[in-house]
């Protein structure tokens, strides 16, 4: 095939005085180019992903008889090399239909702010297109994250949870309206989507998180799991990492504290994992377990206390970092990190900078998994409540 570039659309070209040139407007990506004869401006111009390099010089050689095939490469590598150019005919051969097209085609344009001729931007919305996602919890975070993920385009979810919409769902689950109070959330959001884009599936499971072996049942198959569910607190992050990591399937929480949001990831086999966080914290934190201990014992399940707007805010985000993942375009900003924002002033409130643990960690390592941490969370705890873990 041969490569036809295309200057990308989303990015303005203009003379902002006689011989210069400037592309594109965001800041680290504008830049200003010499162009005394003009021959780049109108180089440009025919980039419309309809003439291969060597069309391109033919159509410029009886304006620029000097120009030569080695002199127009050089400049469209250079172009690629700033990121203005993708190829169409690599573009073109992405197996997107066209309602794919132009269903997605603000997000398609989107990707090509990160797209090169090599990576052209339709393949990253036909990953997302093929991805299949798990979504344990539907309530204000799962339900969020939901329509986010529609709306990029997954076209098959599944969604666990067992609880029911209430009257008091109804400040921030926007998937739920007062004649659905009673039903089950995984139902209603179901018809959501179905509604929304009648071209995806959506499974549902009713049933109570309780155990590795119900994560493992509930997110086998999926290419990505979001946790959106925090009860019981600490236990059921650490059921769905075993599971996660023993399965090989990357996953991504979050969670609302009052004013103070947190997300992280966990990538099997490359990042840390939730029992590597609890290692770090006890090197950080001196009376870490102690207070790990002792709210474990308490028990202490904060009352919901936030709003749609920090909801959204959240969702927004670890939304934005499911579309990293699932296309490999751009970094990350979870890899190896747990990042705590304050809703309230929009900055970070704290970034702990985490590697993965293998000697010590139980659960991604060979660490031993009878450490006093491990003993609070998986089982003494419990004993002392007087109640049977069934993790
Ligand atoms: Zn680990």
């Not at 239909?97 to 990576?119: K, P, V």
């Not at 109070?181 to 989507?193: D, S, T, W, Y």
């Not at 751009?330 to 590697?355: P, S």
Request: include cysteine; charged fraction near 25%; aromatic fraction near 8%.
């Amino acid at each position: 095939m041969e490569c036809k570039p295309l200057f990308k659309p989303i990015h303005p070209c203009y003379e902002i005085q006689p011989g210069l040139l400037r592309l594109g407007e965001l800041a680290r990506v504008a830049v200003e180019l010499e162009d005394a004869d003009g021959s780049i401006r109108h180089m440009i111009s025919l980039m419309d992903g309809s003439r291969s390099i060597d069309e391109l010089h033919q159509e410029l050689l009886p304006t620029y008889p000097y120009l030569t095939l080695d002199e127009v490469t050089e400049a469209v590598q250079t172009l690629d090399e700033l990121g203005f150019l993708y190829d169409h005919t690599i573009d073109h051969f992405v197996p997107l239909d066209e309602t794919q097209r132009e269903r997605y085609r603000a997000n398609i344009r989107y990707f090509m702010l990160q797209s090169r001729l090599s990576h052209p931007p339709s393949l990253s919305q036909h990953k997302i297109c093929n991805a299949k996602v798990t979504i344990l919890g539907s309530g204000g975070f799962g339900s969020s994250v939901l329509a986010n993920l529609v709306g990029l385009g997954v076209q098959s979810v599944r969604l666990v949870d067992f609880d029911r919409v209430d009257l008091s769902n109804l400040n921030r689950q926007f998937l739920f309206t007062e004649e659905n109070i009673g039903e089950l959330k995984v139902e209603v959001a179901k018809r959501f989507v179905n509604r929304f884009n009648s071209s995806v599936e959506v499974e549902t499971l009713v049933m109570e998180i309780d155990s590795v072996e119900v994560v493992e049942k509930a997110i086998a198959g999926s290419d990505l799991v979001v946790l959106a569910a925090d009860q019981p607190f600490h236990i059921i992050q650490r059921w769905v990492n075993k599971a996660c990591v023993k399965m090989g399937i990357p996953f991504i929480g979050g969670g609302m504290n009052l004013s103070i949001g947190s997300l992280f990831s966990v990538i099997p086999g490359e990042t840390n994992c939730v029992d590597c966080n609890h290692l770090y914290r006890i090197r950080m934190i001196p009376d870490y377990e102690d207070l790990m201990e002792a709210g474990m014992i308490r028990n202490f399940i904060s009352p919901t206390a936030t709003t749609a707007a920090n909801m959204s805010m959240m969702t927004g985000m670890i939304s934005s970092e499911i579309t990293r993942l699932l296309t490999g375009q751009g970094d990350m900003q979870t890899r190896n990190k747990v990042i705590y924002f304050n809703m309230d002033t929009f900055e970070k409130h704290l970034v702990e900078e985490i590697d993965r643990d293998i000697e010590n960690c139980p659960t991604c390592g060979h660490g031993d998994s009878s450490q006093r941490i491990f003993r609070i969370l998986d089982t003494e705890v419990f004993q002392k409540r007087g109640v049977v873990p069934r993790g």
